[in-house]
């Protein structure tokens, strides 16, 4: 198979980066959410999850080492994901 | 497996790691799909019951919870690294990974076992008569996601372990090697998509409360 030629090994060092990267993450989000933020709680919680995802798809999924159409693909359905989210709401927001 | 009733026939070798790549993202795609139309109708009910859900997290524990986020966020480095090791031909490195981080999934699950058992103690189960007398609306549907959503996954769970068992034996004979490692690709594909629901299931129902 031609793809072993150009297959990318990702070194041992990487991972335990991003691992400790995600594991800060985690502990600044329980952080962050100990505060009284009120409304901003949530959005504080996702932020930090949406960070820690993208971390997890670009290195441990190794999107960030795949063809483009790939990466085109995961987005894809991220984005289909965040129309569904926001024709609900526009729906529940706006209901009299 | 079908190989012994065609013994004689010869098979070309259909092994195809990028073919292999694409189905298990097709099917991962579904899998979100799924999950996301659960966090969708936690948002909506969320939205509808902002004090019931506020309120019904305050019981769940956040410690155990962020115990599971460290351990599965560890386990999910250890299987990434199992890809590396049998790149590199380190073929007891990469088993050693994967049985590393099939231990880490079973103590997840022992985890979850003792967080769901307290909440059975306290008398919180679906459908149970403490939550159907003494809970409102908006808690009954907190913990009915709750349970439905950390019970889905645990399934996932589950099934990462056994797709790991497979991927254990497939390098332990050879059979998934440094030229054909779409096996444990996919596995560890499967185990981060456990692991990214996790990261969006930890939040929502343990911290923002």
Redesign the interface.
């Given at each position: 198979m031609s793809e072993d030629k150009h297959q990318h090994i990702v070194p041992y060092r990487l991972y335990v980066i991003v691992l400790v990267a995600l594991l800060a993450l985690t502990f600044a989000s329980i952080g962050i959410t100990s505060i009284e933020l009120g409304e901003f709680t949530v959005a504080a919680a996702l932020i930090f999850a949406v960070l820690k995802s993208i971390l997890v798809l670009t290195y441990f999924m190794h999107l960030k080492y795949d063809k483009p159409y790939i990466k085109l693909m995961v987005a894809f359905v991220f984005a289909i994901f965040v129309v569904v989210i926001v024709i609900t709401f526009l729906d529940y927001l706006y209901r009299v | 497996m079908a190989e012994h009733q065609h013994a004689h026939v010869e098979h070309p070798d259909m092994?195809?790691?990028?073919s292999s790549?694409?189905g298990m993202?097709l099917f991962i795609?579904t899998e979100?799909?799924l999950f996301?139309g659960l966090f969708?109708v936690y948002?909506?009910y969320r939205?509808?019951n902002p004090d019931a859900f506020h309120l019904a997290a305050e019981e769940l524990n956040?410690f155990i919870g962020?115990f599971n986020?460290?351990i599965l966020?560890?386990s999910?480095?250890t299987i990434?690294?199992s890809?590396?090791a049998l790149?590199?031909g380190h073929k007891k490195v990469a088993i050693a990974l994967v049985v590393i981080t099939f231990i880490i999934g079973i103590g997840f699950l022992v985890n979850k076992y003792f967080e769901w058992g307290i909440k059975f103690s306290h008398g919180i189960w679906p459908g149970s008569e403490q939550m159907l007398n003494e809970m409102s609306q908006g808690e009954i549907l907190f913990f009915g996601l709750y349970f439905v959503m950390t019970g889905l996954h645990a399934l996932h769970i589950i099934v990462g372990l056994i797709i790991m068992g497979f991927a254990i034996r497939g390098v332990a004979n050879g059979k998934v090697n440094a030229?054909r490692p779409s096996l444990l690709?996919n596995c560890?594909?499967y185990w981060?998509l456990v692991?990214?629901i996790w990261?969006?299931l930890?939040?929502?129902f343990y911290?923002?409360h």
């Open positions: - | 092994y195809d790691p990028e790549k694409i993202w795609f979100l799909l996301g969708i948002s909506v939205y509808m956040t962020a986020t460290v966020l560890v999910s480095m990434a690294m890809t590396t790149q590199k030229k690709d560890g594909l981060h692991d990214l990261i969006f930890f939040p929502l911290l923002i």
